[in-house]
């Protein structure tokens, strides 16, 4: 990874759940109304168009979209359960482009730590 530069991974991550959140509330499986705000609007125009057309369904893996979009659910649902019952810290791996410590409620009331990739030292 390059330094000053966000990851792939975290673009990646953060564009499914743009495009998720562009879904009617009936038919979207979890939601992020701050992801669109981190990626790059022709990123999401034109992988929601190749998502839809089903192309994305026979070159990736079928279930891809699927499994972050659940995974996504699981996650926020699980930390309001938790946040509900009194948890106090929360510490989200991988922060990436999370915008968890932003948009669940409760969670102001817990010490949140973002932990991602690490920077190595400038050389002196």
Known sequence: MLQ???SITAEGMALVRAI???KPEGVRICFDPIARLLVNPISVFLSKLVINSGIYERIGPPVAIAFITARERYID??????????LD??????AGFDTRA???SG????QVFEVDHLLPKPSS
């Open 102 to 104: 932003c948009r669940i």
């Open 77 to 86: 649902h699980f930390l309001k359960v938790c946040l509900s019952e009194g």
């Open 107 to 110: 969670i102001e009331k817990a």
């Open 20 to 22: 998720e959140a562009q």
């Open 89 to 94: 810290q929360v510490v989200i791996l991988g």
């Open 4 to 6: 000053k530069q966000s």
